[in-house]
């Protein structure tokens, strides 16, 4: 989701996204991997964190969404020319960090 969702907002900052009817498409495709991230954020949590700890991590993960959705309209008001570049650019980030994750194993995990 992460690396589509980058490739889509480049298409749409770059203005190859200029049919209507397309824009409403690729619009529906975003909403609907908003939802999806939100989605399996639980199914994480609880593969990455164990059970016992789904509450607090769950917690954690919708405090910094909430955080993001509060802050990220005022950063990209700032940025109003590069809005829909830094957000690919965090997407590029996230789908990076995706990569390089690794769950915790042995006593600890």
């Given at each position: 989701m992460f690396a589509t969702q980058a490739v889509v907002y480049l298409l749409v900052a770059?203005?190859?996204i200029?049919?209507?009817y397309l824009f409403i498409v690729v619009s529906c495709y975003l909403l609907a991997c908003y939802g999806g991230?939100?989605?399996t954020m639980p199914a994480f949590a609880a593969d990455a964190f164990g059970p016992a700890y789904i509450g607090k991590v769950y917690g954690f993960m919708l405090t910094a969404w909430s955080a993001?959705?509060?802050i990220g309209p005022f950063v990209?008001?700032?940025f109003k020319p590069q809005a829909l570049y830094i957000a690919a650019g965090l997407l590029v980030v996230g789908f990076f960090i995706?990569?390089?994750y690794k769950p915790p194993k042995g006593k600890n995990a």
């Open positions: 770059m203005g190859y200029s049919n209507y991230g939100f989605a993001a959705g509060v990209f008001e700032t995706t990569l390089v």
